[in-house]
């Protein structure tokens, strides 16, 4: 990836949401583009269901720097039936694990807001996740909204292996007891809102080692495009709030998170 340092890296984004929607619009050529202002630099597509993951590589495994990562987010249907949401993403990853373009499992974890309940099912669920991802010897990719004591609890247990706290949306606290599991933290473009205090603190005391930027597209733009669907080239905006926030250059920052998204993905 060493040729690829002057791109920004994006650690998190749903590629097939997004074509959905160019599709609907009529713009189906718009995602090569985007990927190209990006400038070519490294990309994980991620998951959100058990079959997900071999269409995915089948409809974008062309782009030489996106990767894959396979996993079931803890919606409704999932979290009633995890031993087969586990069995059917295991089956998936099997499958893509030879073409060499699977890099992480997930997005998987705990939503208060899908489930207020926190019903046993999304703690196995996100168990048994991380046991593959522990057999795979690959990263996991970790969603968290309003479950942090859980989600320490949960991450804790399975301490081989590694962590991505995706969109990160908790405060300083939060933080530190997640880099002290070994986790790397992701900042999405929710970190350019004004009233994000919270992220904003947050991300000043991630080690440049640990720290990851991403798009979450199609969701959460940045500022000066909040409100609008969230493309790939947009994670320029994030990069100046975090460089800024950092106290260091946008071409620096850039440089560290390709880094990180290489040592961590494609090793």
């Not at 074509?19 to 583009?33: H, Y």
């Not at 999304?122 to 046991?131: D, G, M, P, R, V």
């Not at 996991?140 to 804790?156: D, F, K, N, Q």
Request: hydrophobic share 40%; glycine share 8%.
């Amino acid at each position: 990836m060493n040729n690829q340092l002057k791109g920004f890296t994006d650690a998190h984004a749903h590629l097939a949401m997004l074509f959905d929607i160019d599709r609907e619009a009529g713009q189906e050529a718009r995602l090569p583009d985007d990927l190209a202002l990006c400038g070519g630099a490294f990309l994980l597509d991620i998951g959100t269901q058990p079959d997900d993951l071999g269409p995915r590589i089948a409809q974008f495994g062309r782009f030489p720097n996106v990767r894959f990562a396979g996993g079931v987010w803890p919606h409704k249907e999932a979290v009633a039936a995890p031993q087969e949401s586990a069995r059917l993403l295991e089956a998936a990853l099997a499958r893509a694990a030879p073409s060499g373009l699977l890099a992480a499992v997930g997005e998987c974890g705990y939503d208060r807001r899908e489930n207020p309940t926190a019903p046993e099912g999304e703690t196995t669920l996100l168990e048994l996740q991380l046991s593959l991802a522990g057999r795979y010897k690959l990263p996991i990719v970790i969603h968290s909204r309003e479950a942090p004591r859980a989600t320490i609890e949960t991450l804790a247990r399975f301490p081989d292996v590694r962590a991505v706290i995706h969109c990160f949306s908790y405060g300083v606290e939060e933080a530190k007891k997640f880099l002290e599991l070994g986790c790397h933290i992701s900042f999405a473009g929710n970190l350019t809102y004004k009233n994000a205090h919270n992220l904003r603190e947050a991300i000043q005391i991630v080690p440049a080692g640990r720290l990851l930027l991403e798009t979450d597209s199609p969701f959460l733009s940045p500022v000066p495009f909040r409100g609008k669907t969230c493309r790939p080239p947009m994670i320029a905006e994030t990069y100046k709030t975090a460089a800024a926030l950092r106290n260091t250059g946008v071409e620096e920052l850039k440089q560290t998170i390709a880094r990180n998204a290489e040592a961590l993905f494609l090793q």
